[in-house]
């Protein structure tokens, strides 16, 4: 297969990459010549899978169980791909929690939950992947299309997380510019994963508030990745690549 991104003897590691974005992009990355470690807490099956997957592809694979909730094993998490691969290239911040409430519902749990998962997790991966990434590293961050327009109600923390990884992610560009390593973010707009189906009570308004009128692929976020990751992408860094059907437009 003809490779555009070119990420032979890359390595890579993509945390939540047992399902969705996460699956794909790792599937996606293997596709492009890099080896992958994926990061799971249930889907321990589910990520094997992807390990299979990449394995077909002839890349090196390996499924690790680290929760982002917990900051060691957030950190850790990296450390672990890194010796498992023999360095480390990319990391994708891929996991977090999609929880849409009522603001009145969310409990000072939940507020800690996200925070800790879809902030804290990134911000510490990030941490531990700059102290051993070298020139030509990057960091790509899943942020979302709710950063730019929230679609109504039961956003604000989900919300709140994303825009917080986005500043982190400009910061991060000026932070490790200078030693040859980019960090961008990626919005995907409603994506038909487990976190968001496309057959779920919301999923037709969500289509109509994209100009193209239709959910996205998680394979359609995963090019998005695989480009930032890739030699072409060299010159972009602290940048927001919307993949979300023309939502925020
Ligand atoms: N789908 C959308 O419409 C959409 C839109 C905008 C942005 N996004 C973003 O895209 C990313 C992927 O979303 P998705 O739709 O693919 O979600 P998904 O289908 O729910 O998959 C989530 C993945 O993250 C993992 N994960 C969850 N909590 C974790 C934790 N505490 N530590 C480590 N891994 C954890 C899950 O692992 P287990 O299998 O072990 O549970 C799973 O692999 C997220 O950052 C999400 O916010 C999604």
Do not use: W
């Amino acid at each position: 297969m003809t490779s555009r991104a070119n990420l032979s003897g890359k390595k890579a590691l993509v945390t939540g990459g047992s399902r969705g974005i996460g699956a794909a992009t790792a599937r996606r990355l293997a596709r492009e010549g890099a080896d992958v470690v994926v990061t799971y807490v249930h889907g321990k099956e589910a990520a094997e899978d992807v390990v299979r997957a990449v394995e077909t592809l002839g890349r090196r694979a390996v499924a690790l169980r680290a929760d982002a909730a917990d900051a060691m094993e957030a950190a850790g998490a990296v450390d672990r791909a890194a010796e498992a691969l023999g360095g480390l290239d990319i990391l994708v911040n891929n996991a977090a929690v999609g929880l849409m409430q009522p603001l009145e519902d969310m409990s000072l749990t939940d507020v800690d939950r996200v925070i800790a998962v879809n902030v804290r997790g990134v911000f510490l991966a990030a941490q531990a992947a700059a102290a051993l990434m070298a020139p030509g590293g990057r960091i790509i961050t899943v942020g979302s299309c709710v950063t730019r327009r929230t679609p109504g109600p039961g956003a604000t923390l989900y919300a709140m997380s994303k825009s917080a990884v986005t500043g982190l992610t400009k910061a991060l560009a000026r932070e490790l510019g200078g030693r040859g390593i980019t960090a961008n973010v990626v919005h995907p707009g409603p994506i038909d994963t487990d976190m968001n189906p496309a057959d779920g009570p919301f999923a037709p308004d969500q289509a109509a508030m994209t100009s193209l009128g239709r959910y996205g692929t998680a394979e359609e976020v995963a090019t998005a990745v695989a480009y930032l990751a890739g030699p072409e992408a060299v010159y972009v860094t602290g940048a927001e690549l919307s993949v979300d059907g023309g939502y925020a437009a």
